[in-house]
């Protein structure tokens, strides 16, 4: 009797080992050699495997940003007929490309700055330019070569225009980025500065002539920016449309026949051999 329950049990444990052994895919499960990737989410999609290195590996964001002059007319058009009500305004970017290979549009500039989730940078491609932001008011003495033995003479106050004090401006581009990758790697906040600076002239505020006739002249730069101060979300890999701005003309004044639309995107970089 006690074989017969022993050769029952032995019986039993048996086919138990065997279903449990069985290939994964003939009870409709994932492969015990084969590691699954993706989890279901609450709305069932899939995200990534918690367990993935990817997740653990450091990252850093890329931000692209992209300055483009268009005719104010064609601006309007393509607004007017931009149907999206989400912030991928990647398929207006991909109209704009087609209108610059057509020649249509112009690329003013376009940059690519990275920066660790938190972190601050900043990327400059400028040239420094100096200028004279007062001038003295005190007699200049200068020099005299004439048969009255007198070495040095001081030209009247009014005439001076000797330069006492300086300041640089940066001219070209700059852009400062502050990101910062979501929860769940889906949503990127950026924080950004980006400035164009051009010098477009000088405007003369004083202009005289002393009483040998040497012509004093007393200006001031004239410089014209484009500046985007914001902060927004992005979708990782999706273009935004970030402004409108108006550009300047041949003289450096403001030209309403023209706009300069910038994108911007951005991408979650992840640091893996």
Known sequence: MNKKILLSLSFVLTISLSLFLLPAQDKGQTPLNKKDTTTPSDNGDTEQDPFDPKIDAPKYISVQTEFIELPTNLVTHLLLNDRTTTSDATPLRITVQELLEKGEARMLDTNLTIARSGDKATSESIE???????????????????????????????????????????????????????ETDRIVDVRFLLQHTWHTGDTIWLESKDELGNISKNSLPNFYKIIVDTSTSFIPGQHVLISVNTPKDAEGKLDPSKKVIVFVKCKIIAVIE
């Open 128 to 182: 420094e330019f100096i200028y004279p932001t007062e001038y003295s008011s005190s007699p200049t003495p200068i020099p005299v070569d004439d048969n009255s033995g007198e070495k040095m003479r001081s030209i009247p106050t009014q005439y001076a225009g000797t330069p006492t004090a300086f300041e640089t401006k940066n001219l070209g581009s700059t852009i400062e980025i502050e990101p910062r990758i979501g």
